[in-house]
């Protein structure tokens, strides 16, 4: 009898000795290895200034790879354990940042084929084994009851802002030494996760069945589509992350060209000029995120589900604004135009995603919510392979846009999407709101929107 098989047994009072701090550590070093390459990885492709395609499709191919592997590292975590599965996913995550260091690194002389090939493999290899922050979130959810268990998922929000702030901050200090040595620090971070969840993570007693399982048959999701609300608001999701991540994957490209950061310095030098300044833009943007996710939107959602519903509408027009403000940029290249950017998307990303991801619990059956967040994580990774290859196709679209054509395209998306919000506000209010979603469910759902902010 397998693991996934045995009776149900009752959950302790509090979590195995010490299994949320490992757990919170481990998580902090994954994101800051994972934060760490992110600004820098179109840097990686020989060409990026010439072809944005093959720069946007090191963010799709991660995405699609981590959409086919994650509910197999689920379920083999259901059948044989969290931990041993978590170091799988950190081991992994190691090999493929190692690549990336092996890509970036002169000494081989590689041409410029093979080394777009090494980048594009390094990410296909995180991708199937990138499944480290949905097991954690599972392995929370085992062994927390009730009364902890959102103090537990709450862990994994934050050591996702810090992580996601430390992270570009240590490749704006390597970048400027040698373009390599981010990927090298980031599998050498992985490697000390991978470690430490070997030496200090105690396996969980029991294995629930992880939520992103329940999407993958059409029999499971299509009565989760039956309802307009929630139908319309998964469709919002996917639009947003879409729009969001045509932005999030050019943005390093675009920067450097608008700012001629590197201009007129070999090609070495120039990546490590354009990559250390797009890491310190990543670091001011990770930030604004702790702020606005760390205290500011408890507090503006305090007065209940019409506050949130106003989050979720103000949150794309913030995040258009900052499409805009990017469009600007192409003709006036000021720094003041660039923060103000940076301020309205991370603040609009951060006022709509977790806002989303509420009103869904509140208006989904409770009896159906593993399908409702499989179903919403689902869309959001196929939004994030769609997004990209769009951005890609699209930067340089004519001469006269000035590669912003990407910023156009998300910034109508986004438009759609807010006031789509606005009319089904008003349609919803007079809806009966499911009842308070399971405690085992919604911690979950919300540690889930963290990661897809990042990712």
């Not at 390459?37 to 990686?44: A, D, E, R």
């Amino acid at each position: 009898m397998s693991k996934s098989d045995s009776p149900a047994l009752p959950l302790q009072n509090a979590p195995p000795k010490g299994s949320l701090g490992a757990i919170f550590l481990i998580i902090l070093v994954d994101f800051m290895g994972f934060g760490l390459i992110i600004p820098l990885l179109p840097f990686f492709v020989p060409d990026y200034e010439t072809q944005a395609l093959k720069v946007t499709l090191i963010f799709a191919i991660f995405s699609i790879c981590q959409f086919i592997g994650a509910p197999i590292l689920g379920a083999l975590s259901d059948r044989y354990g969290r931990r041993p599965v978590l170091i799988l996913s950190q081991v992994g995550s190691a090999a493929g940042y190692i690549l990336l260091g092996v890509a970036a690194t002169d000494f081989f002389h590689w041409s410029d084929t093979t080394r777009l090939g090494l980048v594009y493999l390094s990410r296909v290899i995180d991708g199937f084994t990138g499944g480290n922050v949905s097991i954690a979130q599972a392995y929370i959810s085992d062994v927390t009851d009730e009364k902890n268990r959102s103090k537990g998922m709450g862990l994994i929000g934050a050591a996702f802002g810090i992580g996601f702030s430390l992270g570009p901050a240590l490749g704006f200090l390597l970048v400027r030494i040698d373009p390599a040595l981010p990927g090298y620090a980031a599998a050498a971070l992985a490697t000390w996760a991978a470690l430490q969840t070997w030496a200090r993570l105690p396996e969980s007693p029991i294995h629930k069945p992880t939520e992103v399982q329940h999407w993958l048959h059409p029999r499971t999701f299509a009565p989760v589509l039956k309802k307009p609300i929630v139908r319309q608001l998964l469709v919002i999701s996917f639009v947003s992350m879409a729009a969001f991540v045509m932005m999030e994957a050019t943005c390093a490209i675009f920067l450097t060209d608008v700012f001629k950061w590197g201009a007129g310095l070999p090609d070495e030098a120039k990546r490590k000029v354009a990559g250390a300044n797009t890491g310190l833009f990543f670091v001011y943007a990770g930030v604004i995120i702790i702020i606005v996710q760390g205290g500011l939107i408890r507090r503006l959602t305090k007065k209940g589900i019409a506050a949130e519903w106003r989050l979720a509408t103000i949150g794309p027009v913030l995040v258009t604004i900052g499409m805009a403000l990017f469009i600007y940029l192409a003709w006036l290249p000021a720094m003041w135009v660039l923060a103000l950017a940076g301020l309205a998307n991370a603040t609009g990303r951060s006022f709509q995603g977790p806002t989303l991801s509420s009103l869904l619990s509140k208006y989904s059956d409770p009896r159906q919510q593993g399908a409702v967040f499989g179903l919403y994580h689902g869309l959001s990774s196929l939004a994030r392979v769609a997004g990209p290859i769009i951005a890609g196709l699209a930067y340089h679209m004519h001469p006269s846009l000035r590669e912003t054509g990407q910023f156009w395209i998300a910034g109508a998306g986004l438009m759609l999407a807010a006031g789509w919000t606005a009319i089904i506000q008003k349609r919803a209010m007079r809806e009966p709101i499911a009842p308070a979603a399971s405690p085992v469910i919604q911690p979950e759902a919300t540690a889930q929107a963290a990661r897809a902010e990042m990712d």
